[in-house]
Structure formats: C-alpha cells, structure tokens
C-alpha cells in the first residue's frame, strides 16, 4: 500500500492510485466556489490504458500515491502491438503496449534513453525526454528572409509525427521540440 497524502498537497507528474489503477496527474485545480466547500479537480493520465480522466475532490480528502520503480532504457522497436526498450545494465528487454504509450510513440526513435515505469516489475509507461533534436524530412520550402512573422507550417519529422515550424525551416535542418507538447523550440545547428 502506497503513502497517502492530503489532495491539497498534489503536484503535477505525481503518480497516484484512483480505484487500485495507476495514475499520473496531468494538471490539478483547486476551486473555492462562492458557497459550498473548496474541492479539487485532477486530470491525470491511465498508466495502463493511456485514457486522460477527470477526477473531483473534496479539500478534506487524501489521496494514495503510487509507488513505480523507474528505469532508464533505450528504445528499440515496435511491433505494432508494443514497444520493446532495452534495460542497458541488465540486458533485459520490456515491452510496453501500445495503448499505454499513444502520445510518446510519436516522438520515439531508435536508441533514445526514455524512463520506464515498472509497477511490480511489469512496464506501464514511460516518460521522455523533456526536449529532443529531430530531423526535418518534409515539409515546404523556406525563404530567406522569412523570420520576421510568427507564421507556423507542418513539417514531418524523422519519427513520422507532425510538428508546427516557422517559414525558415527546411528539409534537413534539425530542431528541438518539446515532446510533451509536441511543439517547435528552436533550430539546432547540424
């Protein structure tokens, strides 16, 4: 059985258990209405399912926090079903379904160092990294001189997902994106 807290105290990317299933708080809100008693509404992600849900606390409750053993792995492939990472201090290989994972998959290349979350020695998830250098390999040409707007267009990046860039880039250049949002940074010198 895990720590319980007061729901007052929850942070965001905590982990908890609603109903013995394995959470990660996304984003909390604590309301005051005008009349009636304060409460708390937590979005926070299914680790096994991958669904977001919505939950509502009274202030006065407690909440348990899940317990996960976390573990850096590489990635290595998909099968389409999961994902296999690879425990480089053990060399034991630990698939995560597919379901578990339908955010993170987009931005997942081979040989990237992602933690996995393993509850009870079983993978449910992982985390990547919080920022990470792609290739661009698709999108419209760019012009010189095309920085001084604000205006966005797709480009395809080497692991298949679509990522709003600015005009100026090209096919070929490399950019930071920020994986949890899935959004453009900056340009990377190659």
Do not use: C
Request: hydrophobic content about 35%; charged content about 25%.
């Amino acid at each position: 059985m895990g720590v319980k807290i007061d729901i007052n105290r929850i942070a965001r990317d905590q982990f908890i258990l609603v109903d013995n299933q394995p959470y990660k708080v996304v984003s909390y809100e604590h309301v005051k209405p005008g009349k009636g008693q304060a409460f708390v509404r937590v979005k926070a992600k299914n680790m096994r399912t991958g669904n977001v849900t919505e939950f509502t606390f009274k202030s006065s409750d407690s909440i348990e926090l899940a317990d996960f053993e976390q573990r850096f792995m590489n990635y290595s492939y998909t099968d389409g079903t999961y994902y296999y990472f690879l425990d480089t201090n053990t060399y034991e290989t630990f698939a995560v379904p597919a379901e578990a994972m339908e955010h993170e998959a987009q931005f997942l290349k081979e040989g990237m160092q992602v933690v996995v979350f393993l509850d009870r020695g079983n993978p449910i998830g992982i985390e990547l990294p919080k920022h990470e250098v792609y290739e661009v390999i698709e999108t419209e040409p760019g012009f010189k001189g095309d920085t001084a707007t604000n205006t966005l267009k797709p480009a395809k990046i080497e692991t298949g997902a679509t990522v709003q860039v600015p005009l100026f880039i090209n096919v070929g250049d490399r950019i930071k994106v920020d994986t949890e949002k899935g959004t453009y940074i900056e340009r990377v010198n190659k």
